[in-house]
């Protein structure tokens, strides 16, 4: 008898046990990314060249002059960005609209960019910038001379300062034509490498949203 008793009460024990919800193992802490975007508002300076190329045409021949102009820009931008799950990557989205003036001609400049970039910091609140641009230039003179640059931006921020450089390839989308003489004067961006564009750009942290 007594045994049948411990044999019902080892019966009951079991199940018991196997009925107790046990706690869940504790699941490693998970990296959390910031909620994105964050966007931040924009100003710049910028110095580069204005590529023309100059091509008169006679019957019989024809001559071309190509110069490099200077040209001076201050910029308004909106700056988006996007952190990634590496830590220490960001994905930044540029937009700016920048008016100036071509220092040899005294034409106005306007441009529009939308600039692609990753941003990797360094430390010590520094951060290298690197990415591609698509930026459009207006001569507001002449809009014959528009021109659309491909451009390869590289820089460097230190908190909310900006420097950096762009090398871009220049597509000319019109040129200026006109009579002279028995030929014809066109006047029109020149297409190929433009090696010299950098600015500076503050980015203005108590605007952002």
């Given at each position: 008898m ?10 009951l024990?079991?199940?018991?046990l ?17 909620a ?7 100003l710049?300076?910028?110095l580069?060249y ?48 920048g ?19 990753l ?12 990415g591609?641009?698509?930026?459009g ?23 909310g300062?900006?420097?950096w450089?762009r ?25 190929g ?8 750009r ?7 949203f």
């Open positions: 007594r045994a049948c008793n411990r044999a019902s009460l080892g019966v024990l079991s199940g018991a196997w009925l107790t919800p046990f706690p869940a193992s504790a699941s490693p802490p998970q990296t959390s990314v910031p994105g975007p964050v966007w931040t508002p924009t710049g300076a910028e580069g204005t590529p023309e190329r100059l091509r008169v045409s006679f019957p019989t021949e024809t001559y071309e002059e190509d110069r490099s102009l200077w040209n001076s820009r201050l910029t308004l931008g909106l700056d988006g960005r996007w952190p990634l799950a590496l830590g220490t990557l960001d994905l930044r989205s540029l937009s700016e609209v008016y100036g003036f071509v220092h040899h001609t005294g034409h106005g400049l306007l441009e529009l960019s939308q600039t692609g970039l941003e990797y910091e360094m430390g010590h609140a520094f951060a290298l910038v690197f591609g641009a698509l930026v230039a207006l001569d507001t003179s002449s809009a014959a001379r528009s021109n659309l640059t491909i451009g390869l931006p590289i820089g460097l921020r230190f908190r300062v900006e420097v450089y090398v871009g390839f220049v597509v000319p989308l019109r040129s200026e034509q006109e009579p002279v003489f028995i030929g014809t004067r066109e006047l029109s961006a020149r297409p490498i433009n090696w010299l564009d950098f600015g500076l503050l980015h203005l942290g108590f605007l952002e």
